[in-house]
């Protein structure tokens, strides 16, 4: 049989991380690795995390995902949703991957492209 783009992958990983912003008016979802069918959960806690502060703006940086499921690309259409519907401003920075899986299943314009960091 062949393999299909959500198959497990061995050490597929997801680390999310929650960085308050100055006066808690912004919150970042830093997410790094493979976003799989069984590293998706992870990311919605963080989700869940990030949405419980009173933050106006989440930032979702993506930037170093290597591989994004059907899946976590749902998860991440439910989570913009979320985010217009408690007028809230998702801003979404994304590796090659994952703009590329975002473009393919028509929910690009969902988000909001985050500006990039500086060079530190």
């Known amino acids: 049989m062949g393999s ?10 997801v680390t999310p991380v929650i960085i308050s912003g100055p006066g808690a008016d912004v919150v970042t979802v830093d997410v790094r690795g493979e976003v799989t069918t069984e590293t ?14 009173p933050a106006r703006t989440l930032r979702l940086d993506m930037s170093e995902v290597s591989h994004l499921s059907l899946e976590g ?13 408690e007028d809230r401003t998702l801003r979404v920075h994304g ?26």
């Open 4 to 13: 299909t783009d959500d198959s497990p992958r061995a050490g597929a990983t």
């Open 40 to 53: 998706a959960s992870e990311l919605a806690r963080a989700f869940e995390a990030a949405v419980a502060r």
């Open 95 to 120: 590796s090659a991957v994952v703009r590329h899986k975002l473009g393919v299943t028509g929910l690009d314009g969902l988000v909001l492209p985050l500006e990039r960091r500086s060079p530190a």
């Open 73 to 85: 690309a749902a998860l991440l259409a439910e989570f913009a949703q979320r985010c217009q519907a």
